[in-house]
C-alpha cells in the first residue's frame, strides 16, 4: 500500500531565516493522524537561510539524522564535535541521555536538509555524533544504504561504508538520473522522500517535496522522469 503526502499538505512554518515543511506533528502543528510512523517520529523538511541556523539547544533520547539536499551544514556541540555536512551527505547525533548542539548554514548559499528523528531502541545511550562523506554516483539498481541500526548492515557500518544509529532501521538516500528505473528491495513499512525531481512509484507521480508511505509490499519500482533525489526510510 502506498500512501502519499503532498507538499502542500504537510504543517509549515516560515520566519525570517527558516521555511520547513514537517510530516508529522512538530512544534505548533498538531495533527493527531500523523504523530509517527513506527519509530519515525519527524521529518523535517528545512530551508535555512545562509548565515542563519537554529542556535544552542538540547535534546535526549532520539536518534536525529540530518540528510543535506543543498548546501552545507555547520554542527557544534558540547561534546566537542564539529564539522561540516555538504549536500548528498549525513550525520547522525545519537541524543541519548542528554546532548546540546548548534546547526547552521554556512555564509555561501542558502541550506536545504531533511531532518529525521527516529526513536532510539533504549534510553538513556551514551550521547554521540558522526559525519561521513558519499560517493555521488547515479543509483543503477538500488539506493545506496547511508545509515542503519541493523544487524545485517554491521559489514558496512564497521567498513566505514554508512553510518550507525541505534534502531532497527536503515536510511537509503541517492540521485536517480532520468529515464532510469530501480527496483528497491524492503524489508519492512518504509517513508519515500523525493528530494528534487519528479519520480514514479510504482504507478504514483510524486514531486519534489512528497512523502509517502510504504507498507506491506516486499520492493518498490522508482522511475525518475526527471534527474532525482530519493530519501527512503526503511523501518
Known sequence: ??????????????????????????????????????????????????????????????EIITYVRQGQIIHRDNLGNEGVTKAGNVQVMTAGAGITHAEYADDAGDTSIFQIWIMP????????????????????????????????????????????????????????????????????????????GEVMINNSLLKMGDGAEITDQKSVTIKALHDAEIVLIEL
Open 1 to 62: 500500500m502506498l500512501t502519499i503526502y503532498r507538499r502542500e499538505e504537510l504543517g509549515h512554518f516560515h520566519n525570517e531565516w527558516l521555511d520547513s515543511r514537517h510530516h508529522f506533528s512538530f512544534g505548533s502543528y498538531m495533527n493527531p493522524r500523523r504523530v509517527n510512523f513506527g519509530p519515525l517520529r519527524v521529518i523535517n523538511d528545512d530551508w535555512i537561510k545562509k548565515g542563519s541556523g537554529f542556535d544552542p539547544h538540547a535534546h535526549r533520547d532520539m
Open 121 to 196: 531502541r533504549a534510553k538513556g545511550l551514551t550521547p554521540s555524533w558522526d559525519q561521513i562523506s558519499f560517493p555521488q554516483i547515479p543509483a543503477n539498481h538500488a539506493l545506496p544504504l547511508l545509515a542503519s541500526g541493523r544487524t545485517e548492515d554491521h559489514d558496512a557500518i564497521n567498513e566505514g561504508r554508512a553510518l550507525y544509529f541505534n534502531q532497527e532501521a536503515s536510511l537509503f538516500g541517492g540521485n536517480i538520473t532520468a529515464g532510469t528505473e530501480i527496483s528497491q528491495i524492503l524489508r519492512g513499512p518504509s517513508y519515500l522522500l523525493v528530494s528534487k
